[in-house]
């Protein structure tokens, strides 16, 4: 069964320790890139530097990505208002598979995850106007679903001002499977390169 961390706050260097040289939601896409595409040879020296030196990368936000965390707990706030459910917020969650893991938003009261975005006014009405889970972000709520197991996510993307993306996704199978098997094989390389190095 994966491993709840809920003893520690996201963004804390408890829970960078934790992600070190470890395979999140963020990255899946990367992972995903066939061959070896920059992206994902990047990640691949990027997590083994992780594990060679016991680092995490340095994570430098940018003013999007500040405003995004400053208006997290208004979001959080507003999907259990729109939802009716209560949210726990939780450090991270380990995967069944060593060098897994995601970091949800928060697990709901009818046993689901949830995705928050909180992007520019302009990406907003984007995403409003699409009226989908975002295509950027596919993979990334999969992959949360396999970490977890569960049978469904939410997502909602909110912009002040501008009315909230609510979107219930359901599990698929098949690109379950396409994430399972890109990150074994993701793993088997990262640790042919390690041993590699050390």
């Given at each position: 069964m994966p491993e709840i961390i809920r003893d520690?706050?996201?963004?804390?260097?408890?829970?960078?320790?934790?992600?070190?040289g470890s395979i999140g939601g963020s990255s899946?896409?990367?992972?995903m890139t066939g061959g070896k595409g920059k992206t994902r040879q990047t990640l691949m020296y990027q997590l083994a530097s992780e594990i060679l030196t016991g680092e995490k990368y340095g994570f430098k936000p940018t003013p999007a990505m500040e405003e995004g965390i400053y208006r997290e707990a208004e979001s959080r706030a507003k999907f259990s208002l729109i939802t009716s459910l209560d949210i726990e917020e939780?450090?991270?969650?380990?995967?069944?598979?060593?060098?897994?893991?995601c970091s949800p938003?928060?697990?709901?009261?009818d046993d689901s995850g949830l995705e928050l975005k909180n992007p520019m006014a302009h990406t907003q009405v984007k995403y409003i106007d699409e009226d989908r889970l975002?295509?950027?972000?596919?993979?990334?709520?999969?992959?949360?679903m396999w970490i977890t197991g569960?049978?469904?996510?939410?997502?909602?993307?909110?912009?002040?001002?501008?009315k909230p993306l609510l979107i219930k996704v359901e599990r698929d199978e098949t690109l379950i499977k396409e994430i399972e098997s890109a990150v074994i094989r993701f793993l088997a390389e990262l640790k042919i390169l390690v041993d590699k190095l050390k």
């Open positions: 520690i706050s996201q963004l804390s260097p408890e829970w960078f320790s934790l992600r070190c899946i896409q990367a992972v939780v450090g991270l969650i380990k995967g069944n598979i060593e060098g897994t893991h938003d928060g697990l709901t009261s975002p295509l950027e972000y596919v993979k990334q709520v999969q992959y949360s569960y049978e469904y996510w939410w997502f909602m993307s909110y912009c002040p001002k501008l």
